[in-house]
């Protein structure tokens, strides 16, 4: 794993974006493998200002997002399909077919996973995925387990995810206590991966991932044996690394 330690937030959204761009400049059609959360918007309006600039041309790109809430609507406001048409794929002038997220409202959550994997398998697989990193470790909701998991699933949120999302609704009892995700399996088969992390609140996370034991109960600790995986942390958050 490299570790690239920038001095704030701005400055990790700036470098990741870097990679993104040298990404598409290297391969226009990527297949990219995209995050929500707060951790992620200076990346993206990084991005956002790079096609200003005319620097970024992601109009070939393919996209497949980490997750999206069970229940809600892609049109719901708090959607992670909402999410994203606000804060990056209408200021990239994406088209509909360019963005990918798992249906929350599949009548088949089962087949629906099953299906959004054969997808990214028949778009050749991603080639740079994005990830944010939570308090317990999790990499999109795949929370501490006994085993890794593999393949897209239906995921039951805990309740220290719930709290943390409960910011973006009305209610606790608003926030949906389920989601569809990329296991860790669908995550680690990434041809890269670009790891943000953000804040000394992740500070201790951030140790324990990238320089404690490799364990499902820190899902994130596996990207110690991905052979392409970049840690871009800011100083607060990287304060407590030993290497």
């Not at 200076?42 to 393919?62: F, K, M, T």
């Not at 399909?81 to 089962?110: I, S, T, Y």
């Not at 607060?236 to 030993?242: G, V």
Request: proline share 5%.
């Amino acid at each position: 794993m490299q570790v690239i330690v920038g001095k704030n937030p701005k400055a990790v959204g700036e470098m990741a974006a870097s990679l993104f761009i040298a990404q598409l400049l290297r391969k226009p059609d990527s297949v990219l493998g995209l995050a929500t959360g707060s951790t992620p918007l200076p990346l993206y309006e990084a991005l956002v200002r790079a096609r200003q600039a005319g620097a970024l041309d992601a109009s070939r790109a393919v996209t497949f997002n980490l997750d999206e809430y069970v229940g809600l609507v892609p049109e719901h406001p708090q959607s992670y399909c909402a999410f994203m048409w606000k804060h990056l794929f209408a200021d990239l002038g994406f088209r509909p077919e360019q963005a990918h997220l798992p249906n929350g409202v599949a009548g088949d959550l089962e087949a629906e996973c099953a299906r959004y994997d054969a997808a990214i398998d028949a778009a050749g697989g991603i080639d740079l995925q994005l990830l944010g990193i939570g308090h317990n470790g999790h990499i999109g909701f795949n929370e501490p387990d006994k085993a890794f998991s593999h393949g897209t699933r239906v995921a039951e949120l805990t309740s220290s995810t719930i709290e943390a999302n409960r910011r973006f609704f009305a209610s606790e009892k608003e926030v949906p206590r389920r989601a569809l995700t990329m296991g860790v399996l669908t995550i680690f088969r990434a041809r890269g991966i670009v790891l943000v992390v953000t804040g000394a609140a992740k500070a201790d996370i951030t140790l324990a991932m990238a320089e404690g034991d490799i364990t499902p109960e820190v899902p994130a600790s596996v990207l110690q044996l991905h052979p392409n995986t970049v840690l871009i942390a800011d100083e607060a958050a990287a304060a407590k690394l030993r290497r």
